[in-house]
């Protein structure tokens, strides 16, 4: 079986935790629809997703509780966003930031994100964030990671050249993971040229929960850059 068919219902996780508080309840039944990215066909030119003219496209994949979304889009209204998270909750937490900061730059897909990916063109994404995404640490469960083979050469086909890949990880097995793929890709080179260059967040970065919890825990997360050739 390949890799993309068995990433199938691979949604990372719980789809829904708590009971949605109202106002969550609601804009998940009136913001959400309005947000939301077609759920079918290919997506022609994704900067016409949005109701202004974008200046570029980027795409996060597994926005958790939206803290890092949120800050992009508010600093760079001028950019379109897609952020891609099948948490119900998280979902609903980021649609409220988007209307408590007055957001007009995000769209939204509530799945697994390679559902979505392949049906964007090729050359049509500025920047893509995979950040915290599940490790999935048990070796029988390493095939739902979101990094493969398979879903590296979907993401270089959707980057224009020159675009950059982030990834965050405090999972130490997963960095490795994540960097034994890009170092056998030929579509993407990793720049670091000291430690500091993974160890250190970059200098946009506003901090997550998941950061939060490792930093708790003990664990050193590595922020790795890669480069679309």
Known sequence: MSEM???RGAFFGRRK??????????LMADALPRLR???EGPIADPARLFPQAVSDVWLEIGFGG????????EAHRDVGIIGCE????????LLAGIEARGLANVRLHG????????????????????????????RRHRKRRFLSDATLAELARVLRPGAVLRFATDIDDYAAWTLARVQRSADFVWEA???DDWRRAWDDWPGTRYEAKAFREGRRPSYLTFRRR
């Open 86 to 93: 099948p948490f119900v909750n998280g979902m609903a937490k």
């Open 37 to 39: 990215v077609p759920q």
């Open 193 to 195: 040229m000291r430690a």
């Open 17 to 26: 935790g708590h009971r949605l508080r109202a106002h969550h309840a609601g």
């Open 111 to 138: 799945a697994d994100a390679m559902l979505l990916i392949p049906r964007l063109p090729a050359a049509s994404i500025g920047r893509a964030f995979i950040l915290y995404p599940d490790p999935w640490p048990k």
């Open 66 to 73: 939206g803290e890092h979304l949120l800050a992009q889009a």
């Open 5 to 7: 068919a068995n990433r």
